[in-house]
């Protein structure tokens, strides 16, 4: 009977990441996931440069509107970068500047109006997001230095959220060494979230041989089964390319949006503007709904690294197959 007035009250879903505030983030990944869960670890996965610390910040501020408390740890970049990240998102979103992006903030060659727009920025920030992030940068893969931070954490803030940026694979030493260390410390953070009540959700970096492929997958993590035993969700992001908005291309990606009519839902055609950047995400594991190998189906972000945001447009159907990367630079 508790189990049921459980269900009845939605206690099994997760905490959504589908806005930020009123901004749209993700809200069909979020909701087809059910959210993030406590005492589950998720992970995020894509190449390198495709953009996964901009998508971590962005659901680390969604998170956060959410009154989450969440420790960030990261291994990779200087605590200054994510804070840039909240800056450009916070100027572009709530401040309504449209001129500063991330080169031209690191220059220092801003007007005196940009810089009042960056103090309101800041403000901003520190109003709505500071008390629900703390920030910790760490200078090796250690992931005993993680377990420290979560336990100093835990009693000082009563975090709920961990986020880790990031696992690597590295294919150019022994393979069996490297994906055991992977194995070894994912089930390390997956214990941490399940001692301590925690979210976890990790971003991973793939390996480049796996470039130029249409559909991501969990194989294309070393060790592949190791990890799914432990993870709640994998979601994997690569860049759209250019052949796949070409309607005339055999990669064609069929980009829509799902709306409602009177005989029920059908997939209504959008546009994507090649001179934009996208990116195409899937869910390749979940426990509580379809992945793309059930589904054939993934979703779009528009991503625009200007104003470091990040926001879901529509769904697609890609092809299976490869892209040659020296062609489709081209």
């Not at 879903?13 to 087809?32: A, N």
């Not at 997939?267 to 054939?296: G, H, Q």
Request: proline letters at 2%.
């Amino acid at each position: 009977e508790e189990d049921l007035e459980d269900l009845f009250l939605g206690k099994s879903m997760g905490v959504l990441f589908d806005t930020v505030e009123d901004i749209p983030l993700m809200p069909h990944i979020s909701k087809e996931i059910l959210g993030l869960k406590k005492k589950t670890l998720s992970m995020l996965g894509a190449f390198v440069n495709v953009g996964k610390t901009t998508l971590l910040c962005n659901i680390i501020l969604s998170l956060a509107s959410k009154k989450q408390m969440i420790l960030a740890i990261t291994n990779e970049m200087q605590l200054k970068d994510f804070k840039i990240s909240f800056l450009l998102y916070i100027l572009n979103n709530f401040t309504d500047c449209k001129t500063v992006n991330k080169r031209k903030l690191k220059s220092g060659q801003l007007t005196d109006s940009e810089k009042d727009k960056i103090r309101e920025a800041r403000l901003y920030y520190n109003e709505h997001f500071s008390k629900y992030i703390k920030l910790a940068a760490i200078d090796t893969t250690d992931i005993r230095l993680v377990e420290k931070l979560v336990r100093k954490y835990t009693i000082t803030d009563n975090i709920d959220v961990l986020i880790y940026d990031t696992f690597k694979q590295n294919f150019s030493e022994s393979g069996e060494a490297t994906y055991k260390d992977l194995i070894r410390d994912s089930e390390t953070i997956f214990t941490l979230c399940k001692s301590y009540n925690l979210i976890g959700l990790c971003a991973i970096q793939l390996a480049q041989q796996y470039m130029g492929n249409l559909v991501l997958d969990l194989s294309m993590l070393s060790g592949a089964k190791g990890i799914n035993q432990i993870l709640e969700n994998l979601i994997m992001m690569r860049t759209i390319y250019k052949e796949e908005m070409d309607k005339e291309s055999k990669y064609y990606i069929r980009p829509y949006k799902r709306v409602k009519t009177p005989n029920g839902w059908k997939e209504e055609e959008i546009e994507l503007n090649p001179n934009n950047a996208y990116r195409c995400v899937f869910i390749s594991k979940c426990r509580d709904a379809n992945t793309f190998e059930d589904s054939n189906e993934a979703s779009i972000l528009s991503f625009n690294g200007y104003s470091g945001t990040v926001k879901e447009i529509g769904l697609c159907h890609p092809k299976r197959g490869y892209i040659n990367q020296n062609y489709s630079k081209k």
